[in-house]
């Protein structure tokens, strides 16, 4: 991820990441997550998927939103971004 990230900012681009938590006990990964977005100075939006992955009329399938759910993760970006856009 870090190299991915290095080639976006190299661009000139601000780079957003969305913190997808996998499960409902606890996510290995998370710490992992927040270092590498101190580490390399990126926005890190937490649990995008809050209140869309547990309630059906926001998705499509038992994994993916509906046009719904991602209007709901778009106002979530939007609401973190629009100060330094």
């Not at 977005?37 to 649990?47: D, F, G, T, V, Y």
């Not at 869309?52 to 971004?81: C, F």
């Amino acid at each position: 991820m870090t190299k991915i990230i290095e080639k976006i900012q190299a661009h000139g681009a601000m780079v957003v990441w969305t913190e997808v938590r996998m499960s409902v006990i606890g996510d290995p990964y998370l710490d992992d997550f927040s270092a590498v977005a101190r580490r390399e100075h990126i926005l890190l939006i937490p649990n995008i998927l809050q209140g869309i992955s547990d309630h059906p009329q926001y998705k499509s399938d038992q994994i993916h939103p509906n046009d719904a759910g991602y209007a709901i993760m778009t106002d979530r970006i939007y609401g973190h971004i629009k100060e330094l856009i």
